[in-house]
């Protein structure tokens, strides 16, 4: 550019260029400078986009990794014998680690089951074998005896409510975002006002004057939850679900204060009556409500029995009640 300007501005000088032509020419150099630069400023975000759409066609043509029986056996209701984890090995895609390794153990009709350990152990990952998201790479999990791979996917996965610890936080109503467990609640205002009254967030919506039809989420300027108000939205979502057998909670109550949590956890036996369930939670003070324990360290089933047992075999579960009743003991002595 600046060669140019100088033989133009040369050439006016020679006397070879009027002044009206300098000016058109000093104009067209700084055209043809902008035209440039934003075609390679599109260039560039082209080529990302193209990045973009090369993922998303991988994705598009990515082959389920799931086996699908279609339409495969019933899905026994109810379980009588109980779901086995039978030697369960599972490594995620590309990845090098087990996430879970030689896991073997019996959920029993009705009973509720804690899975602790520390970050990482596995326990979600359990849940998601559960619920189908993934297949044990190596070892079979049984439902009444039957293998779970060859049950109906939609109806196994009908028998099934829970709070995960990724619960959706939905762009749609209030009560739209309950009733996506079970759309019955749509219509069904008792049962959408039944799991609203259990969840404890029948304060939060009769405070809103749409009430239950209040949007939510920021993305179309509806209402935004704080992050303990979406939790219990998600639970409610659990209750609402009426009819399945088994109800998994991972870390259902991370987010909320101490009042809610306590309450919740009264109904969350409630909930569970009836069902098979499993409570992942950090809280050992919580896992009181469990018939069994399971400790997970590492991806490996190290510890399975009651609250005493495990107290009194002085293993992993020990160490981490006694650490969490130490560090209560210490906030209570800086009390006193
Ligand atoms: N989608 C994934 N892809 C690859 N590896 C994963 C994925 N999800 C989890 N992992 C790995 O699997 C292991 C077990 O993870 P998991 O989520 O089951 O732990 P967790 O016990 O639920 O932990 P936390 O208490 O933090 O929730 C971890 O080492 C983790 O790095
Ligand atoms: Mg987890």
Known sequence: MVLLFYWVVKQAFQGKFSPGSVL???QSLTYFQQNLAAFVGNGLELWE???YMQQFFNFLDSASSMLLTVPGEKTPSPILTGITFENVYFRYP???AWAVKNISFTLHPGETVAIVGENGAGKTTIIKLLTRLYDP???RILVDGVDLKHLNLQEWRQQIAGVFQDFGRYALTLGENIALSNLQALENRDLLRFAIERADIIQLVTQFPTGEDTPLGKQFSGTELSGGQWQKLALAR???RQQAQILLLDEPTAAL???SEYE?????VELAQGKTTILITHRLASVRMAQRILVLKAGQLIEDGTHQELLSHGGEYTTLWNMQIRQ???YFKIQN
């Open 24 to 26: 058109l020419l000093v």
């Open 49 to 51: 986009n193209v990045l």
């Open 94 to 96: 590309d990845a090098q």
């Open 137 to 139: 790479t190596q070892g």
């Open 238 to 240: 659990a209750f609402v």
């Open 257 to 259: 204060d101490p009042r």
């Open 264 to 268: 919740l956890y009264q109904r969350f």
């Open 328 to 330: 209560y003991g210490e």
